[in-house]
């Protein structure tokens, strides 16, 4: 099993679930982040802290998002990883 950001994480200003992340599994796409199967060890901790409920276990994406499963497989290649909440004008207000 592996976790997996779903669509409601787009244009999210919020990046705790990458700060709680003991494997370093989150890309930063800026206006999405992904989670990369390979890295993330299913221990749940990004759930809780995602306000947008975008993280699902891959086995409990809802039926009109599983092609985020595969999208976040791809994806989470091409993006850097993320380790930090990223700083943004938005939160700092």
Same mark, same amino acid.
């Given at each position: 099993? @592996?976790? /997996? %950001? @779903?669509?409601?994480?787009? +244009?999210? %200003?919020?990046? #705790?679930? %990458?700060? /709680?992340? &003991?494997?370093?599994?989150?890309? #930063?796409?800026? @206006?999405? *982040?992904? $989670?990369? !199967?390979?890295?993330? $060890? =299913?221990? #749940?901790?990004? /759930? =809780? %802290?995602? !306000?947008? @409920?975008?993280?699902?276990? +891959? *086995? =409990?994406? !809802? +039926?009109?998002?599983?092609?985020?499963?595969?999208?976040?497989?791809?994806?989470?290649?091409?993006? &850097? /990883?993320?380790?930090?909440?990223?700083?943004? !004008?938005?939160?700092?207000?």
């Amino acid at each position: 099993m @592996t976790y /997996v %950001v @779903t669509e409601n994480c787009i +244009d999210c %200003v919020h990046t #705790d679930c %990458v700060e /709680v992340c &003991p494997t370093d599994a989150f890309h #930063d796409a800026i @206006t999405i *982040l992904y $989670i990369n !199967p390979e890295s993330c $060890i =299913d221990c #749940d901790a990004c /759930v =809780d %802290v995602c !306000p947008e @409920t975008a993280i699902f276990a +891959d *086995l =409990d994406v !809802p +039926d009109k998002w599983k092609h985020w499963i595969a999208v976040n497989a791809k994806e989470s290649l091409r993006f &850097p /990883v993320i380790r930090e909440i990223r700083k943004t !004008p938005a939160l700092e207000q």
